[in-house]
């Protein structure tokens, strides 16, 4: 009976221990729930799940990213909010949301503030917004894991030419949420209309609005040629994408992990962002096809004129000049 009860001791033993080393793998496993707000053809899509695909696999599955299209989570800001709460969630977002809490990273959304993807590598060697990304995290809870995706230039979709300021004048204009849009629009001539992605379609349908501000990938995936006439080639905005997550998550997981989240993180994104090149010219040959006129001779030093404005009035001109400055622009 001695010798059985030494055998179930020991065997009991074993198990705590298989136990403890379950408990322990499981500890090492962690989920990121990653939301956008385009739709699942749109490039960027196949770009997280890229992202996703590399970042499970250099972690052997203990840091698994589910990727969730058309703000299926929710709409930013609000999932913004829960990564400030610690959850385990991330965000493609724009630096003009982020300036809400920083404000002076807003200025990477200004008008012409950024000419090309070589000015996004400069940007993120910047001492300034370095500086500015550490604040977001350590007093935001917000963490950028990357920020090399660049969408490419902003223009005006409208049921009108656009060439001049004066031509958007009184044009009702969508825009996100967030302050430097706002003002960048109201900057550069129209009346800007604060709304969600996915509302724009139905509001140009019930002419709510007159007009978008978005990329050309855009506008083939949301049938916006349905609904507008002309792509205006303002180019007034870059549209760099931020890739966003809770900083407590961040910080929760192992250094490899954080390591693996970020690099991929910017392979992905520069993979992505050299695709949209192509695929660019692709949608606006497919605009041309569909009916759209494209207006390509736009005043733009009229407009990068107008859009200094934008600065003057959330105060943000010497945060831009002093980044301008850190890269090298003049």
Not at 81 to 96: K, L
Not at 200 to 222: C, H, K, S, T
């Amino acid at each position: 009976m001695a010798s059985l009860g030494k055998t179930l001791a020991a065997a009991c033993a074993a198990l705590g221990l298989l136990a403890a080393a379950g408990a322990a793998q499981a500890q090492d496993t962690f989920k990121l729930r990653f939301n956008h707000v385009l739709g699942p053809k749109e490039p960027f899509h196949q770009g997280f799940l890229d992202w996703a695909k590399r970042v499970e696999e250099r972690t052997n599955g203990g840091l698994k990213i589910d990727v969730f299209h058309s703000a299926q989570l929710g709409v930013e800001e609000d999932i913004i909010e829960q990564m400030r709460q610690g959850a385990n969630v991330g965000q493609n977002t724009d630096a003009a949301r982020l300036g809400i809490y920083v404000p002076g990273m807003a200025v990477v959304n200004g008008p012409y503030f950024l000419d090309s993807a070589a000015d996004v590598a400069r940007l993120a060697e910047a001492p300034t917004m370095v500086r500015w990304q550490e604040e977001l995290a350590e007093k935001h809870g917000l963490k950028v894991v990357c920020f090399d995706w660049v969408q490419g230039f902003r223009h005006f979709f409208t049921n009108k030419p656009v060439r001049t300021p004066a031509d958007v004048a009184n044009l009702r204009v969508r825009t996100p949420p967030a302050p430097i849009w706002q003002e960048s629009i109201r900057a550069l001539g129209a009346a800007p209309v604060a709304m969600a992605f996915g509302d724009m379609y139905p509001a140009l349908q019930q002419r709510a609005i007159d007009g978008v501000e978005l990329v050309y990938n855009n506008i083939p995936g949301g049938r916006f040629y349905e609904v507008l006439k002309y792509a205006n080639e303002t180019g007034h905005i870059l549209l760099v994408n931020f890739q966003v997550v809770s900083n407590a998550f961040f910080t929760s997981l192992p250094e490899d992990y954080r390591t693996a989240l970020v690099e991929e993180c910017r392979r992905a994104g520069a993979e992505t962002s050299a695709n949209l090149q192509t695929l660019e010219q692709q949608a606006r040959a497919t605009l041309k096809e569909r009916g759209m006129t494209i207006v390509e001779d736009v005043d733009r030093d009229a407009f990068r004129s107008a859009g200094d404005a934008a600065y003057k009035a959330l105060n943000l001109s010497e945060a831009r000049d002093a980044v301008a400055r850190e890269m090298g622009k003049p």
